[in-house]
């Protein structure tokens, strides 16, 4: 695997656990569990979001490179 390859791969697995976990944290919030688990939820999914726009970028960058 391609230095590439798993640089997506880590970027697309860190997308999917932190808007993950955002969510669980807002649904704690929801459950009535306190505030501090809706500023937890909503830093998670800001930094989904923001390896969304990452991940846009650096593939634009590298998209000279092959993956293998």
């Known amino acids: 695997m391609s230095l590439k390859a798993f ?8 997308i999917f656990l932190g808007l993950g976990v955002g ?3 807002i649904l704690q919030f929801a459950k009535g569990q306190g505030v501090s688990w809706l500023y937890f939820g909503l830093g998670f ?3 989904g979001v923001a390896l969304i726009f990452y991940s846009r970028s650096i593939l634009k960058k ?3 490179i092959s993956y293998l």
């Open 7 to 14: 640089h997506i791969f880590f970027i697309v697995v860190s």
């Open 23 to 25: 969510g669980w944290g």
């Open 62 to 64: 590298m998209k000279d």
């Open 45 to 47: 999914i800001v930094s």
